[in-house]
């Protein structure tokens, strides 16, 4: 049984830090391209960062680059999300997802329709 589990959201004061974790079992993780999107309020969900499958190279979208960073561990089977300098339009429940890797890069951008595996989200609120 597959489980995709987030956790380390909370609220925050603009400039802040949080780190969040996915914790995922029940498919051969290491096989599988790992991603945090995000969804803000009556905003689509939007990927946030991707990964390769041995954390060699990475992808980030443009409003977060410098702020974020994505990190895997295939052994624990966790995939991280740093987050610094933290502002208002952060404010979002981030997911993370996982696609069974088939050829196409991970770090190449991915739309929801393409991910397989869903945890349940973690609310992200960063106030100014």
């Known amino acids: 049984q597959v489980h995709v589990v987030e956790s380390g959201g909370g609220s925050v004061q603009a400039g802040g830090s949080l780190r969040l974790s996915c914790a995922a079992s029940?498919?051969?993780?290491?096989?599988?391209?790992v991603v945090w999107f995000r969804q803000a309020p009556g905003k689509e969900r939007e990927e946030v960062a991707g990964i390769s499958i041995y954390g060699a190279s990475s992808y980030y979208v443009d409003s977060v680059k410098g702020r974020v960073t994505i990190s895997r561990d295939n052994v624990k089977k966790i995939l991280y999300l740093q987050m610094s300098n933290l502002t208002p339009e952060d404010t979002a429940t981030y997911f993370c997802?996982?696609?069974?890797?088939?050829?196409?890069?991970?770090?190449?951008?991915?739309?929801?329709?393409?991910?397989?595996?869903w945890g349940q989200g973690t609310q992200v609120t960063v106030s100014s």
């Open positions: 029940g498919y051969d993780y290491d096989s599988y391209c």
């Open positions: 997802a996982a696609a069974r890797y088939r050829g196409v890069s991970c770090t190449h951008p991915r739309r929801t329709a393409d991910m397989t595996y």
